[in-house]
């Protein structure tokens, strides 16, 4: 279990957490500021346009993410409320996974900089590299097009037919699947290290 690491290596538990949860919570941000600009003001009059974590998380999740390493969020949105439906409902779902990819971006980004200015003693390198890591495995992870994550609803507007699956045991099965596979979770991280090291131009990371 996740929450073994505390006794282990203490400072990666707390690394891993507080970025998860900042992650998350950007993510959800996203997904409600795009469902604002779509017309939708769900996510103002239920006040998940906040940066409290335990709104777009909930306890439960945050606990879950100490225990096992795995966590989850919502954001409330009405897409009948939505000036265009179809577009609307893939804008609002793209958000969350790409304010994943532009903060792994940002964090590589960094990265550069340390690297190019060579200035290791003003930011942590390993946290940084963790960052960006976290954000493009989420980014990967949340295209997938299985419901009910957000890769679904953008593909399911574009290829109409997987939205039967939605209402289906489908994707309870498909994601009970993925992560009893260990090289489901080896096979995200690896492609985030490789765009990583590719952006670095490095072609191994060692701190």
């Given at each position: 279990m996740f929450i073994e690491t505390l006794f282990t290596e203490p400072i990666y538990f707390f690394r891993i957490i507080i970025i998860v949860i900042f992650s998350i919570t950007l993510h959800e941000l996203a997904h409600g500021w795009a469902a604002m600009s779509q017309g939708d003001n769900t996510p103002q009059k239920t006040g998940h346009l906040t940066l409290n974590?335990?709104?777009?998380?909930?306890?439960?999740?945050?606990i879950f993410l100490c225990l096992m390493g795995i966590a989850w969020g919502q954001m409330p949105v009405n897409p009948s409320k939505f000036r265009s439906p179809k577009l609307g409902n893939i804008l609002v779902s793209a958000?969350?996974?790409?304010?994943?990819?532009?903060?792994?971006?940002?964090?590589?980004?960094?990265?550069?900089l340390i690297a190019n200015f060579s200035l290791p003693?003003?930011?942590?390198?390993?946290?940084?590299?963790?960052?960006?890591?976290?954000?493009?495995?989420?980014?990967?992870?949340?295209?997938?097009?299985?419901?009910?994550?957000?890769?679904?609803?953008?593909?399911?507007?574009?290829?109409?037919k997987l939205k039967a699956l939605e209402n289906t045991q489908f994707g309870l099965f498909a994601m009970m699947l993925l992560f009893i596979i260990p090289e489901f979770g080896t096979g995200l991280s690896t492609i985030a290290d490789l765009v990583i090291r590719s952006a670095l131009g490095v072609e191994s990371l060692s701190f």
């Open positions: 974590p335990v709104v777009h998380m909930g306890k439960e999740s945050i958000a969350g996974p790409l304010s994943n990819l532009t903060l792994g971006i940002l964090f590589i980004a960094v990265l550069k003693g003003l930011f942590s390198v390993e946290f940084l590299y963790l960052a960006a890591r976290i954000n493009l495995i989420l980014f990967l992870f949340n295209l997938l097009p299985i419901p009910p994550l957000d890769g679904f609803h953008v593909f399911s507007e574009i290829f109409p």
